[in-house]
């Protein structure tokens, strides 16, 4: 005959072992990874590009088990599916596949009695077919759904041939860690019938290489096709703990730290600049109205068209990002536009530096003309020669070099609310000695804009529109609330 004390402890076992059995209930995403969940449901390709132990691989696991049994929860923000779904969980290899994917799904390889104590609860698992690969490896496993018919999850892993990842329609594949591209393509091939959804979660230790280069693509197209959310050691809430981040920034050598610990790419023989963000960020404040300014533009010459304002205290020497623009698959005149109403109370008064490729020609109203001059007949005060140094040279290395120098002598700043030029900043990098020219845009209008620097002039306001006066105020670009220039008054 039991106790009330055998009663409640038996109570407390069946009430631990429920939990175990069900992780769904329990799971509460960071505000990062719910980012990457929401993203799901305007998009076919969603990335959560995160670092070592900062949750991205549980985050999927999370997120595949929700869509194979349709138990959403009331506030679910990502794609949602009212049938049986058929997926795909894919890795590196089957040993990969088995103590990542399965092994977050289902629980612990080679433990019937751990089965279900992954994110797909034991009671939504209808079947588990055994694999050949791998001791413990399932090749697929069906799933209650909460309509009343079944999913099913099929594990692959990229080392195998790619004609084993043709054939079926798919509702959703998730990659774990990068796959290579053809593996990637051919399992998108999959989707395009259902309208279904990839899914990756990846460190990348690859650089810029796989399937990464997708997401950075940023013509309209890609941009509503594909989203990459970016995961920092700082969005894992369970590493804030200094000691356990130390712990852990000491297992890895010190070339690997910024792609395992911040998630970002590990850059090939090198990345450009070695200087710290925070050594180069600044928070945006009011311009003074004596600085100078200046922009360097890149006019997009078969990649996005790019505008960087640079504003120099020559009293400290030091040049400020105060505003970046970058656009693709746009005009010169929205290139124009796009500048003059980013300082609208200037009208076409900043100085425009341009690289030597702006003399190339393009049509403009039935005639050939170099593109530097289009930009001059949309309203921008194009300077009268491309940007050079002062003895005529242009060279990019040397450039570079310049940007480098007043990066490490703190005579060069970059407002804090400029975040694709850090994105730019980041990934900017050398493979056997060469320039990657893939999502460098900003990096080029930056480096013409310092190299022309000499040309940058104070600028107020339009004499020549008294309805403008400096006194309103300059707003920088659309729904900002930054205004660099402040109230300056009547002068």
């Not at 969980?89 to 629980?107: H, P």
């Not at 997708?214 to 050691?233: C, G, H, V, W, Y």
């Not at 990345?271 to 100078?292: G, K, N, Q």
């Not at 300082?343 to 403009?364: M, S």
Request: proline content about 7%; overall charge neutral.
């Amino acid at each position: 005959m039991s106790t009330r004390k055998d009663q409640i402890i038996k109570a407390l076992e069946d009430q631990v072992q429920a939990k175990r059995e069900n992780r769904l209930r329990s799971f509460r995403p960071y505000p990062r990874q719910m980012e990457f969940i929401a993203a799901t449901r305007d998009h076919m390709e969603v990335a959560l590009r995160a670092g070592n132990q900062q949750g991205k691989s549980e985050t999927a696991a999370y997120f595949t088990a929700i869509s194979l049994t349709g138990r959403y929860p009331k506030d679910w923000p990502g794609r949602k599916w009212d049938r049986p779904v058929r997926a795909w969980a894919a890795g590196e290899s089957t040993v990969a596949v088995r103590d990542v994917n399965q092994r977050k799904l289902c629980g612990p390889p080679g433990d019937e009695s751990l089965l279900g104590t992954g994110f797909i609860p034991k009671d939504a698992i209808q079947k588990v077919v055994p694999g050949h690969g791998a001791g413990g490896a399932y090749d697929k496993v069906l799933v209650k759904h909460a309509s009343g018919g079944v999913s099913e999850v099929t594990f692959k892993s990229y080392d195998q041939d790619r004609a084993k990842w043709q054939g079926e329609s798919l509702d959703l594949l998730w990659c774990d860690e990068e796959p290579d591209e053809e593996h990637y393509l051919e399992g998108l091939a999959r989707l395009v019938a259902t309208g279904g959804l990839s899914i990756a979660t990846f460190t990348p230790l690859n650089g810029l290489a796989q399937i990464l280069p997708r997401f950075s693509e940023n013509t309209p197209e890609a941009r509503k096709q594909r989203a990459l959310i970016a995961m920092d050691i700082d969005d894992a809430l369970h590493l804030k703990d200094p000691e356990r981040r130390k712990a852990l920034e000491a297992t890895f050598p010190a070339h690997q730290r910024k792609a395992r610990l911040h998630g970002l790419p590990m850059l090939g023989s090198g990345a450009v600049f070695f200087i710290p963000e925070d050594a180069i960020r600044c928070t945006p404040f009011a311009l003074p109205p004596h600085w100078s300014l200046i922009w360097g533009i890149d006019p997009g010459v078969g990649h996005p068209f790019a505008a960087v304002l640079l504003a120099w205290d020559k009293d400290a020497d030091i040049l400020y990002v105060a505003h970046t623009i970058r656009m693709a698959d746009a005009l010169p005149l929205q290139h124009a536009q796009a500048m003059k109403m980013s300082l609208a109370q200037f009208g076409g008064r900043v100085p425009v530096a341009w690289p030597q490729d702006a003399t190339q020609r393009r049509e403009f109203e039935g005639r050939l003309e170099p593109l530097a001059a289009i930009y001059k007949a949309h309203g921008l005060k194009m300077l009268p020669h491309h940007a050079t140094f002062p003895d005529g040279s242009n060279s990019t290395e040397l450039g570079i070099l310049q940007m480098q120098e007043r990066m490490s002598t703190n005579r060069f700043k970059v407002f804090a609310s400029c975040g694709e030029w850090f994105e730019e900043f980041r990934e900017y990098h050398r493979k056997d000695g060469q320039l990657v020219k893939i999502r460098d845009d900003l990096m080029s209008a930056t480096r013409i804009g310092v190299m022309q620097s000499r040309s940058a002039k104070p600028v107020l306001f339009d004499p020549y529109n008294p309805g403008t006066r400096a006194g309103q105020g300059v707003q920088i670009a659309r729904d900002t609330e930054i205004d660099p220039w402040g109230n300056y008054g009547d002068f």
